[in-house]
């Protein structure tokens, strides 16, 4: 069993419409999924639509665990923090950093992991993305702000010293997944340079232009990814 998270590029996406929808119950609220033989189609910010800061992060993964998940394969959107990493890019990060609060199912208990992403399944990922475009790059550091708002360019600087791509959920769901077991992989849609990187201004009209750009792309990975692990 295997799952594919989804995020804004993913909202209205047909490429999941024919397959069964059902509301799963969590300790942590319900989820809805969609499914078709092994794998499993989760919109993280659900329905109707969550800000990023308000995502069911714990419910989400905690779903997919109890549906029999094995692997999460992510879509996350991002903007980009290097300027020779340009919008209409695809990341697959090897390594992510929140200097910020990230969820974790250990509240109650002193429990620790050591968070690493999962170097073969990273590494799977980016060949299939290969043979979809060539603007596809392998590693990179994700950093996780909170939002709703982007950031200022303040926050750029500083976030560009250690960092190549920014967004606000990957730290989180890729924790979590961790916690249970889950190897993890993203697929991160560079839709944007962010606030100061490049010398025009950044506008949410170019960031809305790029996700339309990406997505068909990234719908035909997912395709391809699908049809190679259903059995």
Not at 71 to 94: C, E, Q
């Amino acid at each position: 069993m295997f799952a594919i998270i989804g995020g804004t590029s993913l909202i209205g996406t047909k490429a999941f419409a024919g397959w069964p929808e059902e509301t799963k119950a969590t300790r942590f609220g319900t989820v809805k999924v969609r499914s078709s033989g092994n794998a499993v189609f989760l919109q993280r910010h659900g329905d109707p639509c969550r800000p990023p800061h308000r995502i069911g992060h714990h419910a989400n993964i905690a779903a997919l665990e109890e549906l029999g998940v094995q692997r999460i394969l992510a879509v996350n959107s991002v903007g980009s923090l290097k300027y020779a990493i340009k919008p209409g890019t695809l990341v697959i990060p090897d390594d992510f950093a929140c200097p910020w609060h990230v969820e974790t199912f250990f509240d109650e208990e002193a429990r620790f992991i050591v968070p690493q992403m999962d170097r073969a399944f990273a590494r799977e990922i980016f060949e299939l993305c290969s043979l979809h475009t060539r603007s596809v790059r392998m590693g990179g550091t994700y950093v996780q702000t909170i939002g709703p708002r982007l950031e200022t360019r303040a926050e750029i600087k500083i976030l560009k010293r250690f960092g190549d791509i920014v967004g606000m959920t990957l730290a989180s769901e890729a924790t979590l997944a961790m916690e249970l077991n889950i190897p993890y992989a993203s697929i991160c849609s560079v839709d944007n340079y962010c606030h100061g990187i490049s010398r025009t201004v950044l506008t949410m009209d170019e960031i809305v232009a790029n996700v339309s750009k990406n997505v068909r792309t990234i719908e035909g990975i997912l395709t391809a990814f699908i049809g190679r692990n259903t059995v």
